[in-house]
């Protein structure tokens, strides 16, 4: 909209400079989320890309990148949206790095034309892990006796109430190891010739943006403002996309939201707290 208010304008009146848009894809990675903890996925990232792939005058898009990682599948559908987009609409794509682009935040990065990071930013884990707890005696020390009935033998596999089984293990680590693959041929096609000969690269490590820049996982060091300011002059004009909100997502009568909230207000507290311990629990592993 502010596009298009400018061209209505004399040109006498026109702001000058170039207009790069900007989009912040912040949190971890995960489908679903709530109203009262949104999450990162395609569902809330893709209407940001679309306003700012849209913006017509604009020669590239700046995204923002802040991500510990997450759940794979939505990695890689925001990273090839954003490619789709890139090439659709003919932008060049600058991605940013700020506290952390790691795992499946690093898989976003890739969507980039170029990768630029701050040289203590956090950048890598080229891996894939999974994580969960066990119980199998704790049903027995409160007296609760457990009851799952199957149709397959295979329903009840890595079943935190029962042991772990060897061959329960071994699926899971053919499944982590053909996503791990795909993840290591998106590197590679995208960073292509720039990558060092480590083989740590893709072992799951990471490292700062100033070592990241020594292995070829981002192009250069710096900040969005200065390199915006760089590429395309002082005059340049950096425009945050931001999400329309209302309260709970919609417009509603008070009487509305009083009477129909309530209970899902509950279960989204709670299951945000369970999110919010995930989430915690991502951040941590970079020491954030």
Same mark, same amino acid.
């Given at each position: &909209?502010?596009?298009?208010?400018?061209?209505?304008?004399?040109?006498?009146?026109?702001?000058?400079?170039?207009?790069?848009?900007?989009?912040?894809?912040?949190?971890?990675?995960?489908?679903?989320?709530?109203?009262?903890?949104?999450? +990162?996925? *395609?569902?809330?990232?893709?209407?940001? *890309?679309?306003? $700012?792939?849209?913006?017509?005058?604009?020669?590239?898009?700046?995204?923002?990148?802040?991500?510990?990682?997450?759940?794979?599948?939505?990695?890689?559908?925001?990273?090839?949206?954003?490619?789709?987009?890139?090439?659709?609409?003919?932008?060049?794509? +600058?991605?940013?790095?700020?506290?952390?682009?790691?795992?499946?935040?690093?898989?976003?990065? +890739?969507?980039?034309?170029?990768? %630029?990071?701050? /040289?203590?930013?956090?950048?890598?884990?080229?891996?894939?892990?999974?994580? #969960?707890?066990?119980?199998?005696?704790?049903?027995?020390? %409160?007296?609760?006796?457990?009851?799952?009935?199957?149709?397959?033998?295979?329903?009840? &596999?890595?079943?935190?109430?029962?042991?772990?089984?060897?061959? @329960?293990?071994?699926?899971?680590?053919?499944?982590?190891?053909?996503?791990?693959?795909?993840?290591?041929? &998106?590197?590679?096609?995208?960073?292509?010739?720039? *990558?060092?000969?480590?083989? @740590?690269?893709?072992? #799951?490590?990471? !490292?700062?943006?100033?070592?990241?820049?020594?292995?070829?996982?981002?192009?250069?060091?710096?900040?969005?403002?200065?390199?915006?300011?760089?590429?395309?002059?002082?005059?340049?004009?950096?425009? *945050?996309?931001? /999400?329309?909100?209302?309260?709970?997502?919609?417009?509603?009568?008070?009487?509305?939201?009083?009477?129909?909230?309530?209970?899902?207000?509950?279960?989204?507290?709670?299951? #945000?707290? $369970?999110?919010?311990?995930?989430?915690?629990?991502? !951040?941590?592993?970079?020491?954030?």
């Amino acid at each position: &909209m502010k596009a298009f208010l400018r061209r209505l304008l004399p040109k006498r009146f026109r702001k000058e400079g170039v207009t790069i848009p900007v989009v912040r894809l912040h949190g971890a990675i995960m489908a679903g989320g709530g109203q009262f903890r949104p999450a +990162l996925n *395609l569902a809330t990232a893709a209407p940001l *890309l679309e306003k $700012a792939f849209a913006i017509k005058e604009a020669p590239a898009v700046a995204i923002s990148v802040n991500s510990p990682g997450g759940s794979p599948v939505q990695s890689r559908l925001i990273y090839q949206r954003i490619r789709d987009l890139a090439q659709e609409k003919k932008k060049r794509v +600058l991605i940013f790095v700020e506290d952390v682009a790691a795992s499946g935040g690093y898989m976003i990065a +890739l969507a980039g034309d170029e990768i %630029i990071a701050d /040289p203590t930013s956090i950048v890598g884990s080229i891996g894939v892990v999974s994580g #969960g707890f066990g119980f199998p005696e704790l049903l027995k020390k %409160i007296g609760v006796e457990r009851r799952v009935y199957t149709a397959g033998e295979n329903k009840v &596999m890595l079943d935190p109430f029962q042991p772990e089984k060897e061959n @329960d293990i071994a699926f899971l680590k053919n499944l982590q190891l053909d996503i791990h693959d795909t993840f290591i041929q &998106m590197v590679k096609a995208r960073r292509g010739q720039l *990558l060092a000969d480590d083989p @740590d690269i893709f072992s #799951g490590l990471f !490292w700062t943006g100033r070592r990241g820049l020594e292995l070829g996982i981002i192009d250069s060091l710096g900040d969005l403002r200065g390199e915006v300011k760089k590429r395309y002059g002082d005059k340049a004009r950096l425009e *945050l996309i931001q /999400p329309v909100r209302s309260l709970f997502g919609r417009r509603q009568s008070g009487a509305a939201i009083a009477g129909a909230l309530v209970e899902p207000m509950a279960a989204s507290a709670a299951a #945000g707290l $369970a999110e919010a311990i995930e989430e915690r629990a991502l !951040w941590a592993r970079f020491g954030l």
